[in-house]
């Protein structure tokens, strides 16, 4: 019994040894902080803002065509806000509504360098109007933020980059490295003829890029447990996306007289079935470079758990949301009360964890739910992008640029769940990474696509910043 006993001892002695060792020896990853300029800012760029807001570019689906009339409108706003860019930089216009700026380089050797955005914004849902601060279109001014549709997403971005590009232009600024400028229309039903267009026009044009930016990334504040200063997140990936229609036929009948097997009721155990047996958590790159980056800045018993996932990774990966994901969204069937419906629809998003695709997600479907229901891929549908490094030196000066302009903030690479045209664009960019200092707290997630949008006055002039400096530092 005692040999038992010091054999326990010992393998608990053991097991603490290698949690301590591996805890003490995961150490920061942060590069040093060397401090950018701080820009003198006009406060004339709330007002151009506010005026980009009041042109309602709105996606509502793929089977609603673009409002010319907003478009076009916006078009010539941009033309008459910033004379300089227009006069110095080449435009072409991709499906008659996306834009891609061309800013030529003096040295033809070096790789271009793409800076993303969208025109277009998710519409508002009419009952939700009276619970916004004002009106979404108003591009209201307060003391502290601009409001509406499109400040967070993403005619910040969008108009943030044009303002640095003419802070540029009026200090006789010239890049050594072209830089592109691209905007699609239709970022918000899948970008198919904005983004995806301007890749391919972009590859038929011979251009390989050195690195490409994007929406996607923000810097948090207060969202991460243990962590009090801001995290910046740089996003290497996106998950894939693919909507499932489910689809129940029966003769129907009488509600006196119902079937064992109800039309509504075998589509419900579908929806159930896949919400019980959903596909499994797994770590997968880049989310192992983010325990990396992270885990060093955790308070002591966290970082032990990020230091030896091997051993408690359940809970991490359950956090960081590693799995793909199942969510149904629309249902439909039945016209009367007392009828029993011969046809019952429903819809599941799911959210695709690299190393799985839409086919390997469709098979799961197949092989948890009955027979009864029919799966069909519906709509737009994209397999997880694939990732970009973090030894690069894009990544490196993007890192360095962020740490430039926010000293406090720890900087982490990781994966966005939700879809951006960025996904177009490995196949002409070296790099592609999803990231503009878009600051985040509790109450700015419902934001988004939501109620109230809107966007901090410095948090705006951080965006022009950063811009700037990235610009310059990719030269």
Do not use: C
Not at 65 to 71: I, Y
């Amino acid at each position: 019994m005692r040999k038992i006993f010091l054999g326990l001892l010992a393998a608990v002695i053991l097991l603490l040894a290698v949690l301590l060792f591996n805890t003490l020896r995961m150490t920061s990853k942060q590069v040093e902080a060397e401090p950018l300029e701080k820009l003198s800012i006009s406060d004339q760029v709330y007002e151009n803002l506010s005026k980009a807001i009041q042109f309602k570019t709105i996606s509502f689906n793929e089977n609603t065509p673009p409002d010319s009339a907003e478009f076009l409108g916006f078009h010539q706003f941009l033309e008459e806000t910033f004379p300089l860019t227009h006069a110095n930089l080449s435009l072409e216009k991709i499906s008659d509504y996306t834009l891609l700026y061309k800013w030529e380089g003096s040295d033809p050797e070096k790789k271009p360098l793409i800076l993303m955005s969208h025109q277009d914004v998710v519409p508002v849902d009419e009952p939700t109007i009276k619970d916004w601060e004002a009106p979404p279109f108003s591009g209201q001014i307060t003391d502290t933020h601009i409001i509406g549709r499109g400040t967070m997403d993403d005619k910040g971005t969008l108009l943030g980059v044009l303002e640095a590009v003419e802070m540029l232009l009026a200090e006789s600024y010239q890049p050594s490295r072209t830089l592109y400028i691209a905007s699609g229309h239709d970022e918000e039903i899948g970008g198919k003829n904005g983004a995806a267009k301007v890749a391919e026009y972009l590859k038929s044009q011979g251009v390989q890029a050195a690195m490409t930016i994007d929406e996607g990334g923000f810097i948090t504040e207060g969202l991460i447990a243990g962590i009090d200063h801001p995290v910046a997140i740089i996003n290497l990936s996106e998950k894939g996306y693919a909507t499932f229609k489910l689809t129940v036929e029966t003769s129907g009948g009488h509600s006196s007289a119902p079937p064992r097997e109800n039309t509504i009721g075998i589509l419900a155990q579908a929806i159930v079935d896949l919400e019980n047996n959903q596909l499994p958590y797994k770590m997968v790159t880049p989310l192992d470079y983010q325990i990396e980056y992270l885990g060093p800045e955790l308070p002591f018993f966290l970082r032990m758990a990020f230091a030896n996932t091997w051993l408690l990774k359940g809970p991490i990966l359950e956090g960081l949301n590693a799995h793909t994901t199942t969510a149904p969204t629309i249902i439909s069937g039945g016209v009367k009360d007392n009828v029993i419906p011969t046809l019952a629809e429903a819809r599941v998003n799911f959210r695709i964890l690299p190393g799985e695709n839409i086919e390997s997600v469709k098979a799961h479907i197949e092989n948890t739910i009955s027979d009864l229901v029919k799966v069909e891929l519906e709509g737009f549908a994209t397999n997880p992008s694939p990732v970009s490094g973090i030894d690069s030196e894009e990544y490196k000066t993007l890192e360095k640029t962020i740490r430039g302009m926010f000293p406090e903030s720890i900087v982490v690479p990781s994966m966005i769940g939700g879809g951006t045209d960025a996904r177009y664009f490995y196949e002409i960019s070296d790099e592609v990474y999803r990231f503009y200092p878009l600051r985040m707290d509790s109450t700015s997630l419902s934001r988004f696509h939501g109620i109230d949008e809107k966007i901090g006055k410095e948090n705006y002039k951080e965006i022009i910043s950063f811009s700037y400096h990235l610009i310059q530092a990719m030269q």
